[in-house]
C-alpha cells in the first residue's frame, strides 16, 4: 500500500493553479503574438519559438516540484523585461500585448513566490511537535 500525501492546502492550491494559469497564458500570448496579433514580419515571425522555454517547466509545476517554482520565479523576469522593451518601443498593437506579457509575467512570479513561501510555512509547522499550554 502506498503512503497517502497529504492534500495540499486551499491557499497553496490556489497558488499552484495561478501559476500553471499564468504560465499557459504566457505560452499562448507568445505563440499568438509572433504569429498572428503583432509579427515582426508580416506572415510570422520565428520569435515565436520564445515560448519554447516556457513549456519546459510545465510538467514541475504541474506536479508541484519546489524546485521548478523557485527556477520558473527567476526565468520569468527575462520575459518580463522583454515587455517591458517591447511596450515602451513597439507600435500600438505590440504595445497592448507588452502589456498583457508584463502582466502575466508579474501575477507568475507572484504565484511561484506565495507557493514557495506557503510550502515552505506548511512544512515548518508540520515538523514543529504541539506544545501543551502550561
Given amino acids: 500500500m502506498q503512503p497517502q500525501t497529504p492534500s495540499p492546502a486551499p491557499d497553496v492550491a490556489a497558488t499552484r493553479w495561478l ?3 499564468s504560465l499557459l497564458g504566457l505560452i499562448v500570448l507568445c505563440v499568438a ?3 498572428w496579433l503583432a509579427p515582426l514580419r508580416p506572415g510570422g515571425s520565428w ?3 520564445k515560448a519554447l522555454p516556457l513549456a519546459v517547466p ?3 509545476l504541474l506536479k508541484r516540484r519546489m524546485y521548478t517554482y523557485r527556477w520558473v520565479s527567476l526565468v520569468v ?3 518580463f523585461t522583454e515587455g517591458v522593451v517591447r511596450a515602451w518601443s513597439d507600435p ?3 504595445r497592448w500585448l507588452a502589456a498583457a506579457e508584463i502582466a502575466l509575467c508579474l501575477l507568475l512570479f507572484t504565484a511561484c513566490a506565495l507557493h514557495v ?3 515552505l510555512r506548511a512544512a515548518k509547522a508540520r515538523s514543529l ?3 501543551e499550554p502550561l
Wanted: hydrophobic content about 60%; aromatic content about 12%; overall charge positive.
Fill in 92 to 94: 500600438a498593437p505590440g
Fill in 58 to 60: 510545465l510538467a514541475g
Fill in 117 to 119: 513561501r506557503l510550502r
Fill in 77 to 79: 523576469w527575462l520575459y
Fill in 129 to 131: 511537535p504541539a506544545t
Fill in 19 to 21: 501559476a500553471v494559469g
Fill in 33 to 35: 503574438w509572433e504569429l
Fill in 47 to 49: 520569435l515565436a519559438l
